[in-house]
């Protein structure tokens, strides 16, 4: 655990706390320094943090103002999304990350 905690930038302590629900869960880029270190697969572990927290991060620092709006209005209109406009959604995201 040492050199996990040591890869993350946190003590041991710090991930115990995690690990009890002690502490809030990590940040997405957290979980993706975690996942690559383990070689896991990141998304069921995004998604049970999200779950936890409530909420999903989106990080609107790197991208480009077009993407932070389309975001800003993907999330807004989420609730209203039919499962076909998900699917056609999550096609092109996984496309885009070469998972299909």
Do not use: C, Y
Request: no cysteine; charged share 30%; net charge positive.
């Amino acid at each position: 655990m040492f050199q996990l905690a040591q890869h993350l930038g946190v003590s041991v302590v710090f991930i115990s706390d995690v690990e009890r629900g002690n502490r809030a869960p990590l940040t997405a880029e957290r979980i993706l320094k975690l996942t690559e270190f383990l070689s896991l697969d990141p998304e069921p572990f995004l998604l049970a943090a999200a779950k936890s927290r409530g909420s999903f991060e989106l990080d609107a620092t790197r991208v480009s103002g077009n993407a932070q709006r389309v975001g800003a209005a993907l999330m807004r209109g989420w609730a209203e999304l039919k499962e076909e406009d998900l699917e056609k959604i999550a096609r092109i995201v996984r496309r885009r990350g070469g998972k299909e």
